[in-house]
């Protein structure tokens, strides 16, 4: 079945990452390894939430989001777990929101979703980042 | 027909192009295969060239606004289009004879449909026209004695306003409240009747929730009360059984567009000035209704259900706000970041 963004075809990537989403799923939020980010607003149509688990080097290793929106707010935050996989958490902060729409070859109408998905990635990264300092331990429920 | 022909080719197409799809229904589907490349946002070429090629469009949801033409619809008017275009008050040639018997045929049709007789049935522009008729007509007509109405706070706009003009003639209007469930309260009802109430207007299925009205009992209240009923049925008809004479109903508007037939034509409102023995009827069970639209036979629609539940399914597995419920979080009390 082919949704339709309006009347804007969806590119095949995001097709792809809509029918076969990779790393759907949830990280447990209370690890001291993981981070979770939580983006977007019900009342914007876009939320996003993204998890990474980081090594003890400062690797991610496994990455996992989940995504209520449109076709191509979850083929961005997929690609975004796909992209931050095997990156230090450094490196990650550079994913920038014009790669992931390039990927996906994202008409303008549908920018937003790739902002979304780099902020998303920020935020698990600042998520994480918080829960490495003892003493503000709290991860804060945004 | 041939346009009966073209629709079948089309669907042949549909379901040739390229895409995982089991063997689907897909007769009358409007859709036209798009195959032009995406466009993409960084480059800077992003304008369309206007035959770019036929694009997708999105599935047609809002059937409750209006639905599309049925094929078989068209095949019955195109003769009386094209070839016999008699006027039906051509009282005195072959022309007017033949669409005459056409007209009184289709007003036959309506009239089983809703168990009334033919004579009860006039055609009108539309529901809306039909409903201006109806609450304008019998206020108007009793202005002398009678100069009270009741209705319903979620009726159609068209009856709201026709409400409103009247109580700036002089009329005086109660609207019910409806209760959580959407139906009206039926002892509020019988308590608003008033001596000088003429007319009682609820309409049979809402067109923004679905809910049933309880039009039988109303009927009965009204009959009983010596009150005109008059019922806005144009998103019930063809989709619940409804007898006028059962459930009391004096006058009925009806919407042929809302029933895969054209707009501003053919539509009818239903006169009856006499009372009629009641036999009961169950109170309905309010639902809400999912438009889906032209699928009519049954395996359309399972079809179609099937991948709306599927697709419904794998979305609420995806999403975190479903996750978040799930977890017993109250998701009203997030501060959401603004983006």
């Known amino acids: ?142 | 027909m041939l346009l009966r022909a073209a629709w079948r080719r089309a669907a042949v197409a549909v379901t040739a192009a390229p895409g995982p799809k089991p063997a689907a229904p897909t007769r009358g589907l409007r859709l036209r295969v798009g195959d032009h490349a995406p466009q993409s946002a960084v480059p800077a070429d992003t304008t369309v060239a206007p035959e770019a090629g036929p694009v997708l469009r999105p599935l047609y949801m809002d059937v409750q606004a209006t639905t599309p033409l049925d094929p078989r619809v068209l095949d019955a008017m195109l003769p009386y289009l094209i070839n016999y275009y008699g006027n039906p008050h051509s009282r005195t040639h072959a022309y007017g004879w033949e669409s005459e018997a056409a007209m009184e045929r289709a007003r036959q049709q309506v009239a089983s449909l809703i168990g009334a007789d033919p004579r009860e049935i006039i055609f009108t522009s539309g529901a809306t026209e039909s409903n201006n008729i109806a609450i304008k007509g019998v206020a108007r007509f009793y202005r002398s004695r009678k100069k009270h109405l009741i209705t319903t706070q979620t009726e159609h706009k068209c009856v709201l306003d026709s409400c409103r003009s009247l109580e700036a003639e002089g009329f005086q209007v109660t609207y019910l409240p409806v209760q959580k469930s959407g139906i009206i309260d039926l002892k509020e009802l019988e308590a608003a009747i008033q001596p000088d109430t003429s007319l009682v207007s609820v309409m049979t299925v809402n067109n923004e929730i679905g809910v049933k009205q309880p039009i039988a009992e109303i009927g009965q209240i009204c009959s009983s009360r010596k009150v005109y009923f008059h019922t806005d049925a144009a998103q019930a008809v063809g989709k619940i059984p409804l007898d006028v004479n059962d459930m009391k109903i004096d006058l009925m508007s009806i919407s042929g567009h809302k029933i895969y037939g054209p707009k501003g034509c053919v539509i009818w409102v239903y006169t009856l000035w006499n009372a009629r023995a009641l036999m009961g009827s169950h109170s309905p069970v309010p639902f809400f209704r999912f438009g889906i639209g032209r699928f009519t036979t049954e395996e359309e629609v399972d079809y179609t259900v099937e991948k709306c539940i599927q697709h419904v399914k794998r979305l609420r597995e995806m999403s975190p706000l479903w996750e978040m419920v799930q977890d017993g979080i109250d998701l009203k009390s997030i501060k959401w970041t603004q983006h």
């Open chain 1, 1 to 142: 079945m082919v949704l339709t963004d309006m009347s804007v075809d969806l590119s095949t990537q995001v097709v792809d990452h809509y029918e076969n989403p990779r790393n759907v799923g949830s990280l447990d939020k209370t690890s001291k390894n993981v981070g979770t980010g939580l983006v977007g607003a019900p009342a914007c149509g876009d939320v996003m939430k993204l998890q990474i688990q980081v090594d003890e080097k400062g690797k991610i290793v496994d990455a996992r989001f989940k995504t209520f929106g449109c076709g191509s707010a979850i083929a961005s935050s997929s690609l975004a777990t796909e992209w931050v996989k095997g990156k230090t958490v450094e490196e990650a902060l550079t994913i920038k929101n014009t790669d992931i729409a390039k990927e996906l070859c994202l008409p303008p109408v549908k920018l937003h979703c790739s902002m979304l998905a780099e902020d998303a990635i920020k935020a698990a990264l600042a998520d994480y980042k918080l829960k490495q300092e003892p003493k503000k331990g709290e991860a804060e429920k945004k």
